[in-house]
């Protein structure tokens, strides 16, 4: 489990330290985050398999952060920590697209169990999943090595960027794309000026995709875009 990534979120300082040392020391690659503002911005910018929230948090709780993480992850497993016990908060967690909920006080084997079985099913679930080179997005059909989008025997011929960008919106195809994600992927930062730069693509690949009207990119305010195939 050494390259396995958590994103542990949890406002009590001693349960979240003593909880980020035991995972640590048994291998996992742990990143601990104080409030669910902070997890959500530091989810954004690095990759993780695995987010294990605290629900009853300041700023943000776990529950909103789960629903945002959702918005843009729909695979990623979530763990929930929380101190109630009731039926209607187990429901609500499983609602926001949680995997497993453990009610305080728990044990750090029992955790550790928890995380490794729903690690291995993820696993069993993704066992082979080969590097797409095709994607098709409506009635096109593109090509990120050969650089081309096709629709109805015409080629359009991308640029570099452009296939990149095309690329990781298909990935998130009928989710949201990160804006950060994109930024530091293709550009190598996420600032004003950056930003501006990919949108300027954003309006290169609406023009090629416009042929169909199944297709669309969309704006998610605040979040990042959308390529949407209905």
């Known amino acids: 489990m050494k390259n ?30 104080k409030n669910g503002s902070e997890g959500y911005n530091t989810f954004l910018k690095q990759t993780f398999d695995m987010c294990i929230l605290d629900v009853m948090m300041p700023i943000m709780d776990g529950f909103t952060l789960a629903q945002k993480i959702r918005d843009t992850n729909e695979q990623i497993p979530i763990v929930f920590l929380t101190a109630k016990s009731l039926k209607e908060d187990k429901l609500e967690g499983f609602k926001k697209g949680g995997d497993d909920y453990i009610t305080k006080p ?36 593109f090509n990120h090595i050969k650089q081309t989008l096709i629709f109805e025997a015409k080629q359009q011929k991308l640029t570099t960027k452009e296939s990149a960008l095309l690329k990781i919106l298909s990935q998130y195809k009928n989710q949201v ?11 190598g930062e996420d600032n004003y000026f950056t930003a501006r730069s990919m949108d300027v693509f954003i309006t290169k690949l609406r023009k090629y995709l416009k042929k169909d009207d199944v297709v669309s990119i969309i704006n998610v305010h605040g979040k990042g875009y959308k390529l949407i195939d209905k």
């Open 177 to 187: 794309m990160p804006r950060e994600i994109a930024l530091k992927t293709i550009w």
């Open 106 to 141: 728990f044990s750090m084997e029992e955790l550790q169990l928890r995380i490794d079985a729903i690690l291995r099913r993820c696993q069993q679930q993704n066992v082979v999943k080969p590097e797409v080179d095709e994607y098709s997005i409506g009635g096109y059909v």
């Open 4 to 33: 396995t990534r958590l994103l542990l979120v949890e406002d009590d300082p001693n349960l979240g330290d003593i909880l980020s040392e035991y995972l640590s020391l048994k291998g996992y690659d742990t990143v601990l985050c």
